[in-house]
C-alpha cells in the first residue's frame, strides 16, 4: 500500500513538473520575437489614380517578399518590399494599345523612374493599436529613393498561425518628389490636365509563420 501510495505521489509531482515546465516554455515562445513570412501569392496591392477632372484609373502591383514581427503576440516590426516592375493598369484592358502606353508612362522618369528604382519597400515603425482587430500603422516608405514617413488605419486578424491584414491607404506623391501633372506645381494645366496628388492603395496582407 505505502509503494502505491509513494507511487502515486512521484506521478503527480513529475506531472505538475511538466505541467510548469510547459507552462514556463508556452510563455517563454510568446515573450521571443516571432517573424512572419509573407505569402506573396496571396497578398496583393490594387491601386487607384485620378485626373481632377476626367478618367479614374486603377491597376494593381506585386509585392517582392516581407516579413512582420510579433513579441508577446502583438506587432513590434515589419518590412515590406513591392516589385515596381510589375506595375500594371487594369481599367483599360480592352485598349491594348493605350493600357500598354499607360504602363510604360507610369514606370518612366515622369513618375516611378523604375529601371533606376525597381522596388519600392515599407518598413514599420509603430503599431498603435485602437481595438482587438484595429491598428494604426506607422513607418517609413521609400520610393523612387525618396523616404518620407506614412501612416494609415488597417485590421488584422490571426488564425491558426496565419496573419492577415487589410488597408486603404491614400499616398500625396508630390511629398516623394512626383509632381508630374500636379496642379500645385503646374499652374498652367487646366483641369482635365491635372492628375490628382493622392493616389489610393488598396492592400491585403497575408503572412504565415
Not at 506573396?40 to 514581427?69: L, P, Q, R
Not at 503576440?73 to 487594369?90: H, P, R, Y
Request: hydrophobic share 40%.
Amino acid at each position: 500500500m505505502n509503494f502505491n501510495i509513494k507511487t502515486a505521489v512521484i506521478c503527480a509531482a513529475l506531472l505538475s513538473s511538466l505541467s510548469v515546465y510547459a507552462d514556463k516554455k508556452a510563455k517563454a515562445g510568446i515573450d521571443m520575437m516571432q517573424t512572419y513570412k509573407m505569402d506573396v501569392k496571396e497578398s496583393s496591392i490594387n491601386w487607384t489614380g485620378s485626373k481632377k477632372i476626367g478618367k479614374t484609373h486603377t491597376g494593381a502591383v506585386s509585392f517582392k517578399d516581407g516579413n512582420i514581427e510579433l513579441k508577446k503576440g502583438e506587432i513590434v516590426g515589419g518590412t515590406f518590399k513591392v516589385d515596381m516592375a510589375t506595375l500594371s493598369n487594369a481599367d483599360l484592358a480592352d485598349s491594348a494599345e493605350y493600357q500598354k502606353k499607360l504602363e510604360g508612362h507610369l514606370k518612366s522618369a515622369d513618375f516611378f523612374n523604375v529601371d533606376k528604382f525597381p522596388e519600392s519597400t515599407f518598413k514599420i515603425s509603430k503599431i498603435e493599436k485602437k481595438s482587438d482587430k484595429e491598428i494604426v500603422v506607422k513607418g517609413d516608405l521609400t520610393m523612387i529613393g525618396v523616404t518620407k514617413p506614412l501612416e494609415f488605419p488597417a485590421t488584422m486578424s490571426m488564425e491558426k498561425d496565419i496573419l492577415k491584414g487589410e488597408a486603404k491607404v491614400k499616398i500625396d506623391r508630390t511629398k516623394w518628389g512626383l509632381k508630374y501633372g500636379s496642379g500645385d506645381f503646374f499652374k498652367e494645366l487646366t483641369g482635365d490636365k491635372i492628375i490628382n496628388n493622392e493616389f489610393e492603395l488598396n492592400l491585403k496582407i497575408v503572412a504565415k509563420k
